[in-house]
């Protein structure tokens, strides 16, 4: 036995050091450092990881809370919707919060308020259709100069004194960039253009870029909309130093993937999720959404570009340097929602500085950053086509090869409910009049006679959603939090009112449904499994499990581990059709990100508590990162609703995660261990 020990401590010895030899010319995404939380990713790449170690597997379950911030009097109204992921940079903490997305700076050691900030737009704010508090802010400093910068509801670019909290005077107009005004040449009202923004700008040298979300394409007004753009703007002065359209006008790259001049009224396309910087190489990568509308392509044919694509642009000019279409010609809302991730790993003995994209539909796209190409092969792949009037499908869609697919896609009769035969003998009774197929499977026109909407998931329902995933440097793992859940596909004439050139609307013709859907605005069942309403005796559909949390190896594209997340809803656990049955751990659905430190994945559990029924309720959980190991709970009286982050001041690590939900309305809290 020890002969044999040895053998294998010196096996990793060598492999270890090929490695450390290997990637010694690599100087890319490491981490949060100096044990601050400057950026909302911890770096620039995203990925949310800190090297810390005082908090581990032995001492987790000893968490206590340190410190509490309520934002209910931050705006007119409480908040039960708080996504915000803090920023600790010199000592303070930093975060959006409230209604109204005021700024905040906290004594990070305390949670003492130093200075808020808050903009009233008014009639502005309230036709914004990316409202309440964000999901954080950016900072930046040259070594004397501190800002803190964040985009308002109504789409104003601040930036603010991260002494004192007061706007720049030598920034836009006193502090402020409208960024309404000359949007792509677009003539906007400043007032009411449906166009805004919740996820943070992010500073990339002395630039800080900002992208666009508008109203959702679920059911749109009209086939137009405003059209997307991601801009940079100078950091001092807040002078516009160049615009990227995601809508090619003629002469652009990309206009001729828009047929029948569709580029000229379609609009959306926009970059809601975080954008990512290699500062390095001197690039950033943009994630692009949909177009109008997000289930019907027909006022739109064509590929699209770059719709659903990755675009990489230089960093100082905007100019695209590369681009892949994760999706061609996309009708099920598969919007990239998430930062890409930027990790430098050793594939077949190489080092390669890669971009990793997690996404709605359960793919991990993995590239070389620099050039475009694939790590694995993306193989372009027959997928199948629909029948509804005026829609011109996509023959094909790109299938990474490595790694797997990290969720369940489209639906078949082998993911529904089996706890028991009959409880599967009735989901397939119950679907006989629905749709199900692939991955692809089209949204089908809904009829009552059937099919009334095609069942999916990892579409609507999404895999992933904004949180999106992270990455530990030292071991080259990617963590991301995964739903299965079930999402209903339909297609119906829209309602009185709609401009004429609106053909279908999102729903089926037995609810009668008209969902504003688009990011997170989908409501799970039973706290696992299904959106719009479809159960089995108030059960999911679909058989467990209903969350993972996924560590998938860069350099070879394996899965390392997937366990679920969360305990099993109390809805399933006291179910009467499962009495007497012994159901291990479920997962809860729910929007999760993940936190990786020295030893530990951390994530909140989804779930609202505590119960009528005397059940706990959320819990911040943390896993051994390399084995997936439970390595202890905490309990937290609402669901994680923003990433968690983490620090050390004055010798003591902190982990700190904004919670909120149902009648719970947003908080910061900061555990640490006991003194």
């Not at 999402?487 to 013709?509: F, I, K, M, S, W």
Request: net charge neutral; glycine share 12%; with cysteine.
């Amino acid at each position: 036995m020890t002969r044999t020990l040895r053998t294998n401590r010196m096996v990793v010895a060598a492999m270890t050091a090929l490695l450390l030899a290997a990637t010694a010319g690599l100087h890319g995404q490491s981490g949060a450092k100096k044990g601050e939380w400057p950026t909302y990713g911890g770096d620039l790449g995203h990925t949310r990881y800190a090297p810390l170690d005082q908090i581990t597997a032995a001492n987790f379950n000893q968490l206590e809370v340190k410190w509490r911030f309520k934002t209910d009097n931050l705006g007119p109204r409480p908040e039960f919707n708080l996504e915000s992921t803090p920023l600790m940079v010199n000592g303070r903490l930093y975060s959006t919060a409230g209604t109204r997305r005021s700024v905040v700076a906290l004594d990070a050691a305390t949670g003492e308020l130093i200075w808020v900030h808050g903009e009233n737009e008014g009639a502005r704010g309230a036709a914004a259709p990316r409202q309440l508090s964000g999901r954080g802010l950016a900072y930046w400093t040259d070594g004397k100069e501190e800002r803190i910068l964040y985009v308002t509801p109504g789409y104003r670019l601040v930036a603010l004194d991260a002494k004192t909290g007061n706007p720049v005077a030598g920034f836009g107009r006193s502090g402020i960039v409208d960024l309404k005004e000359d949007f792509d040449k677009q003539k906007l009202d400043l007032v009411n253009a449906p166009v805004g923004l919740h996820s943070t700008p992010i500073v990339g040298g002395n630039l800080v870029l900002v992208g666009a979300a508008f109203e959702t394409g679920a059911n749109p007004r009209s086939r137009a909309n405003v059209r997307g753009a991601v801009r940079a703007f100078d950091v001092r002065t807040g002078k516009l130093v160049w615009t990227f359209r995601t809508i090619p006008q003629p002469g652009d790259f990309g206009n001729e993937t828009w047929e029948n001049d569709s580029w000229a009224y379609s609009g959306n396309t926009g970059v809601w999720a975080q954008i990512s910087v290699d500062e390095e190489l001197g690039m950033a990568y943009l994630p692009v959404e949909l177009p109008t509308h997000d289930y019907y392509g027909g006022a739109r044919p064509g590929n699209t570009l770059f719709a659903e694509s990755l675009v990489a642009v230089d960093l100082k000019t905007g100019v695209r340097k590369w681009h892949f279409q994760l999706v061609h010609h996309g009708i099920w809302d598969m919007d990239i929602p998430c930062a890409p991730i930027l990790a430098d790993v050793v594939v077949n003995g190489r080092p390669v500085k890669v971009v990793a994209q997690p996404s709605k539909q359960g793919f991990l796209y993995v590239f070389d950053r620099v050039t475009g190409q694939p790590i694995w092969p993306i193989e372009e792949r027959p997928v199948p086509q629909g029948d509804t009037p005026g829609e011109k499908y996509s023959r094909t869609q790109p299938f990474p090869t490595r790694p797997l697919a990290y969720e369940r896609q489209g639906l078949a009769v082998n993911d529904l409910i089996d706890f028991t035969p009959e409880l599967r003998a009735e989901a397939v009774k119950l679907i006989e009049k629905y749709r199900i197929g692939p991955i692809f499977t089209p949204p089908a026109v809904s009829k009552a006679e059937g099919p009334i909407a095609t069942l999916a998931m990892s579409t609507q329902a999404p895999a992933t959603n904004w949180p999106g995933g992270s990455f530990d440097p030292e071991t080259h793992v990617l963590y991301v939090h995964s739903n299965a859940q079930v999402a209903q596909l339909g297609l119906v004439p829209p309602p009185e009112g709609a401009a004429p050139d609106v053909r279908y609307h999102q729903g089926t013709v037995l609810s009668g449904a008209r969902r504003t859907g688009g990011s997170g605005s989908a409501t799970t069942n039973a706290q696992g499994g299904n959106i719009n309403g479809i159960d089995v005796r108030g059960l999911p559909i679909i058989k467990p499990p209903y969350s993972k949390i996924n560590a998938i190896n860069l350099d070879t594209g394996d899965f390392v581990w997937q366990v679920p997340h969360g305990e099993t809803p109390d809805a399933v656990k006291n179910n009467p059709a499962l009495k007497g049955l012994n159901i291990p751990r479920t997962g809860r659905n729910g929007a999760i990100g993940t936190l990786v430190t020295k030893t530990l994945v951390i994530a909140g559990e989804p779930g609202y508590g505590p119960t009528p029924s005397g059940a706990r309720g959320s819990m911040l959980r943390a896993y051994d990162k390399r084995t997936g190991a439970d390595a202890g709970a905490v309990y937290m009286p609402a669901p994680q609703s923003g990433s968690p982050m983490t620090y050390t001041l004055n010798g003591k690590q902190y982990i700190v995660v904004a919670i909120s939900g149902g009648t719970y309305s947003g908080e910061l809290v900061a555990f640490t261990l006991p003194n």
